[in-house]
């Protein structure tokens, strides 16, 4: 039996957003597959027809807001470090709903070993031609995006609609000139 890629797509789309629903309030061990079909309105079945377990789920979520490695290493290529840092921030932006959870106190402690990898691929081909040595370049690289996701975090808690250009300011300041000088 073939099923209409619209129907399907849009299932999917309803299983997602409440499983989505209900892990943003209360986390991946009180989110369970009942709890999912009963408020998306589908039986068991359909689930499983998209999911292995709620884990699964939230795989899935994660990946579709991975930023794409080969396209933003062709924007870095294109237009140098700056203008990525407001693309990146601006890719926050856009799945802020998602980013909030799952960096915040109740997220994914293992989404954010996930984003910092997908940043740190970006980052280190740049950085390793300045020519620092690889505990230095690993260093420095862990430092940066632990600091790019904290504010982001905190500036997207903070605010509803937070001055994306005010934040790529401050960040770039703070990467080029150092934490000390802002006081």
Known sequence: MKHNPE??????KNLMDAFWDLYSKEGIKKTSVREIVGKAGYNRSTFYEYFT????????????ILPDIEKHQNIIMKTGVRL???????????????????????GDPTFQEKIKNVYK???????????????ILECTLEYAISAFLGVMTYCFTQEEEPDIEKMVQLLWSLMNDGVMKKF
């Not at 990525?84 to 109740?106: A, C, D, I, W």
């Not at 691929?121 to 505990?135: I, K, T, V, Y």
Request: negative net charge; aromatic residues 8%; charged residues 25%.
């Open 7 to 12: 129907i399907t797509a849009q299932t999917r």
């Open 84 to 106: 990525p840092l407001k693309h990146l921030t601006e890719v926050y932006s856009q799945n802020k709903r998602y980013f909030v959870v799952l960096l915040g106190k109740n």
């Open 53 to 64: 377990d709620v884990h699964d789920v939230l795989e899935q979520i994660e990946a579709s």
């Open 121 to 135: 691929a970006l980052l280190r081909p740049h950085l390793q031609s300045l020519g620092a040595d690889d505990f």
